[in-house]
């Protein structure tokens, strides 16, 4: 299997899909990264913890129906050409 621009899209848009499908109740909270988790003071700089709970919680929000359009394309794709 050759590394093709193709396959490394194609790797993002796998780890896109497994950040959109994490659900925050029943996985994130248990590990500690619930949106209660990582709230600060008033102009405290966030840390790495809470922007990654927001950039999660923006994955999710954003990319919901973008994604939806990519991964049907990609699976035509893959139908076409194998």
Request: proline letters at 2%.
């Amino acid at each position: 299997m050759a590394f093709t621009l193709y396959s490394l899209l194609q790797a993002a848009l796998l780890i896109v899909n497994a950040i959109a499908v994490l659900h925050e109740e029943r996985f994130l909270r248990h590990v500690g990264w619930g949106s209660d988790q990582g709230i600060g003071g008033f102009g405290e700089e966030p840390g790495i913890k809470a922007q990654l709970t927001n950039l999660i919680r923006s994955v999710r929000t954003v990319m919901r129906v973008p994604l939806i359009a990519v991964n049907s394309i990609t699976i035509v794709l893959l139908l076409l050409f194998g």
